[in-house]
């Protein structure tokens, strides 16, 4: 039997353990509180919604980029939980690469999070065509760069996944990783005019930004008067690539450190 | 005579502890052995190595031929395994559980189909066959694990104490299943329990501080040292130099 049959059985039982955890499911409800919240709040607290169509479609992408989230706690019992709760001694002693074992767990928790995206992307284009009859084409591009987004978010997992000894220490790493450390750099760097696009958190942001900039985001809540600096929106080139930078190296160092890793 | 399991020198160190000391051992086919020694004597290690869950840090182990860190797809495919207390994916049931691990081994349709429903009659779970592994007790585990080792029907079984957690009589099912199989198998299989080793293997090996301290029969060492035990007790307790 090829490998490639093997990693084809290997993503169809991890997604269906995606399709039975109950996370999918939580993830799903935020996706669509993100949005409803975008869509009541927006009109309730402002003049109505945004008279640019750009600026309504750079808020909704709130929800899609709340899906990519999700992605640390698909992926963060990856690998360490095969190790932490033993289940490696029966999925390591079949006659399976452990490389196939992670990019199988690799595709399936990104078919998780695709459904998800997905599903954020269908309400942002049902949202806008009502509200305002069309859809910027630019959407596309928030698509295409949520979806780079997530694979390099998820590979960032699946390395701190390949290196701590349990699920839930890698889930928070990750989480802190992202959202924390990356994200006080992120607001220094800006704050203080220095490049920051080859950090995670702003390579999220052009998921928005890439609709007009931090300005037009920032239209969309009540415009920027009275911030006491400016925004400069990092370029979306470089962002693509530090995003395939996250993707690939977290990626490789996950397949190296799981294939060295042993049970003991 | 052809060898089921070659262990060639094989040493193993945790950071600074030394677990396995240049063991060697050759187990013929078809041939059941015991492997003995009190806890932390290295037996665990030993089966881990040859299921290539550890890495030795010199020596080599074969497992028909084929050397385990090598070509360990390879040599994987030839071997049945339960090591340590099994743990399964709680979100599977034990029929989607063999499923997996069938088809992960090559195994499809009606064949795959009709040798899940022998395994799990074999260890009895017929009535659990389609409730998910997260309500199962250890015993239950313990019968899958059982289950998903005869799946494909391998020439080898290794088995680090598979009566583990079984009620008195899992255990006695447990011997029989093991014992039959053993037949027409290696079986290289480490425990505590003195009388289970004696019902399932002819031959033991017994070990300490990651040495070799015998490999006979047990009809040898009973006749050596009065009974196994006494063999077991004799020869783990003397003092190493």
Same mark, same amino acid.
């Given at each position: !039997?090829?490998?490639?049959? +093997? #990693?084809?059985?290997?993503?169809?039982?991890?997604?269906? +353990?995606?399709?039975?955890? +109950?996370?999918?499911?939580?993830?799903?409800?935020?996706?669509?509180?993100?949005?409803?919240?975008?869509?009541?709040?927006?009109?309730?607290?402002?003049?109505?919604?945004?008279?640019?169509?750009?600026? !309504?479609?750079?808020?909704?992408?709130?929800?899609?980029?709340?899906?990519? *989230?999700?992605?640390?706690?698909?992926?963060?019992?990856?690998?360490? %939980?095969?190790?932490?709760?033993?289940?490696?001694?029966?999925?390591?002693?079949?006659?399976?690469?452990?490389?196939? #074992?992670?990019? %199988?767990?690799?595709?399936?928790?990104?078919?998780?999070?695709?459904?998800?995206?997905?599903?954020?992307?269908?309400?942002?284009?049902?949202?806008?065509?009502?509200?305002?009859?069309?859809?910027? *084409?630019?959407?596309?591009?928030?698509?295409?760069?949520?979806?780079?987004?997530?694979?390099?978010?998820?590979?960032?997992?699946?390395?701190?996944?390949?290196?701590?000894?349990?699920?839930?220490?890698?889930?928070?790493?990750?989480?802190?990783?992202?959202?924390?450390?990356?994200?006080?750099?992120?607001?220094?760097?800006?704050?203080?005019?220095?490049?920051?696009?080859?950090?995670?958190?702003?390579?999220?942001?052009?998921?928005?930004?890439?609709?007009?900039?931090?300005?037009?985001?920032?239209?969309?809540?009540?415009? !920027?008067?009275?911030?006491?600096?400016?925004?400069?929106?990092?370029? *979306?080139?470089?962002?693509?690539?530090? !995003?395939?930078?996250?993707?690939?190296?977290?990626?490789?160092?996950?397949?190296? *450190?799981?294939?060295?890793?042993?049970?003991? | 005579?052809?060898?089921?399991?070659?262990?060639?020198?094989?040493?193993?160190?945790?950071?600074?502890?030394?677990?396995?000391?240049?063991?060697?051992?050759?187990?013929?086919?078809?041939?059941?052995? &015991?492997?003995?020694? =009190?806890?932390?004597? &290295?037996?665990?290690?030993?089966?881990?190595?040859?299921?290539?869950?550890?890495?030795?840090?010199?020596?080599?182990?074969?497992?028909?031929?084929?050397?385990?860190?090598?070509?360990?797809?390879?040599?994987?495919?030839?071997?049945?395994?339960?090591?340590?207390?099994?743990?399964?994916?709680?979100?599977?049931?034990?029929?989607?559980?063999?499923?997996?691990?069938?088809?992960?081994?090559?195994?499809?349709?009606?064949?795959?189909?009709?040798?899940?429903? $022998?395994?799990?009659?074999?260890?009895?779970? $017929?009535?659990?066959? @389609?409730?998910?592994?997260?309500?199962?007790?250890?015993?239950?585990?313990?019968?899958?694990?059982?289950?998903?080792?005869?799946?494909?029907? =391998?020439?080898?079984?290794?088995?680090?104490?598979?009566?583990?957690?079984?009620? =008195?009589?899992?255990?006695?099912?447990?011997?029989?299943?093991?014992?039959?199989?053993? @037949?027409?198998?290696?079986?290289?299989?480490?425990?505590?329990?003195?009388?289970?080793?004696?019902?399932?293997?002819?031959?033991?090996?017994?070990?300490?501080?990651?040495?070799?301290?015998?490999?006979?029969?047990?009809?040898?060492?009973?006749?050596?040292?009065?009974?196994?035990?006494?063999?077991?007790? $004799?020869?783990?307790?003397?003092?190493? $130099?």
């Amino acid at each position: !039997m090829s490998e490639f049959e +093997k #990693l084809r059985i290997v993503t169809g039982y991890e997604f269906l +353990k995606h399709v039975r955890r +109950k996370r999918l499911y939580v993830i799903l409800g935020l996706t669509l509180v993100a949005e409803l919240a975008v869509l009541i709040l927006v009109p309730v607290l402002g003049d109505g919604f945004p008279d640019s169509v750009m600026a !309504m479609a750079a808020l909704l992408s709130v929800g899609p980029s709340l899906a990519t *989230i999700g992605a640390i706690f698909f992926a963060g019992d990856a690998i360490a %939980g095969e190790f932490e709760s033993k289940t490696g001694f029966m999925l390591f002693t079949n006659p399976v690469k452990r490389t196939t #074992l992670v990019i %199988g767990k690799y595709l399936a928790c990104y078919g998780a999070v695709l459904l998800l995206v997905i599903l954020g992307y269908v309400i942002v284009t049902i949202s806008l065509l009502a509200i305002y009859g069309t859809v910027p *084409i630019e959407t596309l591009s928030s698509f295409g760069l949520c979806l780079l987004y997530t694979g390099s978010v998820l590979s960032v997992t699946f390395f701190f996944s390949a290196i701590s000894k349990g699920a839930m220490g890698a889930t928070v790493i990750t989480l802190v990783f992202v959202m924390v450390i990356s994200a006080i750099i992120d607001s220094v760097l800006m704050m203080t005019g220095q490049p920051h696009w080859f950090l995670l958190s702003t390579n999220g942001d052009t998921i928005a930004t890439v609709y007009g900039g931090y300005e037009l985001f920032m239209e969309g809540l009540g415009g !920027m008067e009275g911030m006491p600096f400016e925004f400069e929106t990092p370029s *979306i080139g470089l962002s693509v690539l530090s !995003m395939v930078g996250y993707l690939a190296v977290g990626f490789l160092l996950s397949l190296w *450190i799981s294939k060295r890793r042993q049970l003991a | 005579m052809k060898e089921s399991i070659v262990i060639e020198n094989l040493t193993k160190y945790y950071n600074k502890f030394l677990a396995l000391d240049k063991l060697s051992l050759r187990i013929p086919a078809n041939e059941n052995v &015991g492997l003995l020694g =009190p806890n932390g004597a &290295g037996k665990s290690t030993t089966l881990k190595i040859l299921c290539g869950l550890i890495r030795a840090s010199s020596g080599a182990a074969y497992i028909d031929g084929v050397n385990v860190a090598e070509k360990p797809e390879q040599a994987l495919s030839r071997i049945g395994v339960i090591v340590e207390t099994p743990e399964f994916y709680s979100f599977l049931t034990p029929e989607e559980t063999l499923g997996y691990l069938g088809r992960l081994r090559g195994m499809r349709g009606d064949e795959l189909k009709r040798r899940i429903k $022998e395994v799990i009659k074999l260890v009895r779970l $017929e009535d659990w066959s @389609k409730v998910k592994i997260e309500k199962f007790s250890r015993g239950m585990k313990q019968r899958l694990a059982l289950a998903q080792t005869l799946l494909h029907d =391998p020439p080898v079984l290794i088995l680090d104490e598979p009566g583990l957690g079984l009620d =008195p009589r899992g255990v006695v099912e447990f011997r029989e299943i093991i014992e039959g199989a053993g @037949k027409e198998k290696t079986i290289f299989f480490a425990s505590h329990q003195l009388v289970e080793v004696s019902q399932i293997c002819n031959h033991v090996a017994i070990i300490d501080h990651g040495r070799l301290l015998a490999y006979d029969s047990i009809v040898e060492l009973e006749k050596k040292y009065q009974s196994l035990e006494r063999a077991y007790l $004799e020869l783990t307790e003397a003092p190493l $130099e």
